[in-house]
């Protein structure tokens, strides 16, 4: 079956750290993988996306690149802000589907 | 990114009443909508997905006489939980996309429901 696995929190940082979140997938055949970002009181909102192996999807200095030899997309960014705090969910879609698998996200909490 | 709201964002209702959950896309014509639901620290689980004017299609196990879906327009969606028990209290989250294939889900902000 499709599943998303990704690092409990929740995680702790202090402003301009670096920042990894990882994610590892199961899925059969190719899905495309997604970033979600929800930050306090707001929907979910997409972060970034990759659709194929080695894809790397970006945005406001996230990155996270689709590595099918380790079923991995890790997030990274370089320097966090405060701004950046938010929950985290890692997601894929099946090629071909409508629907989404979700991680159980990772709640960030960067301190000044 | 265009805008999905859920109506309410919190209800606290009775056991053995019934609740509606609203989903609008405020300014796009969402063809497909879904609903999830999230447990405390876990992630978000797909209930059903309803295209407009056609019957929900239902996940293995949520039950279609429990979860009544609505997808009456372009731009609602409800869900209504029916005959709601404590063990239905969750957080409800709705998402919507315009057109096929990979086009973007918005989600709305959610809706707290509790059960007493």
């Known amino acids: 079956g499709n599943s998303v696995t990704q690092m409990e929190g929740p995680v702790t940082l202090s402003e301009e750290a670096f920042l990894t979140i990882n994610c590892t997938y199961t899925?059969?055949?190719?899905?495309?993988l997604f970033w979600y970002v929800q930050y306090p009181g707001e929907g979910l909102q997409l972060l970034l996306k990759?659709?194929?192996?080695?894809d790397k999807g970006s945005n406001k200095g996230f990155e996270a690149t689709y590595r099918k030899e380790t079923t991995s997309f890790h997030l990274e960014k370089g320097s966090v802000q405060v701004s950046d705090s938010a929950v985290y969910f890692c997601?894929?879609?099946?090629?071909?589907?409508?629907?989404?698998?979700f991680g159980t996200g990772t709640r960030l909490t960067v301190i000044p | 990114g265009a805008v999905v709201s859920q109506h309410p964002s919190r209800v606290i209702c009775k056991s053995g009443t019934s609740v509606k959950i609203e989903c609008r896309s405020l300014?796009?014509?969402?063809?497909?909508m879904f609903w999830y639901r999230q447990f405390p620290k876990q992630s978000l689980m797909l209930m059903a997905t309803?295209?407009?004017?056609?019957?929900?299609?239902?996940e293995q196990g949520v039950e279609k006489d429990k979860f009544l879906i609505n997808h009456a327009s372009l731009t609602l969606s409800t869900l209504t939980v029916t005959s709601a028990h404590p063990e239905d209290s969750s957080f409800y989250i709705c998402?919507?996309?315009?057109?096929?294939?990979?086009?973007?889900?918005?989600f709305g902000p959610g809706t707290r429901l509790t059960v007493l």
């Open positions: 990759a659709t194929k192996a080695d």
């Open positions: 998402s919507a996309k315009a057109g096929v294939g990979l086009n973007e889900q918005f």
């Open positions: 300014d796009f014509q969402a063809t497909t």
């Open positions: 997601a894929l879609v099946k090629t071909g589907a409508n629907n989404l698998f």
């Open positions: 899925a059969t055949g190719y899905p495309s």
């Open positions: 309803s295209n407009e004017g056609s019957k929900a299609t239902y």
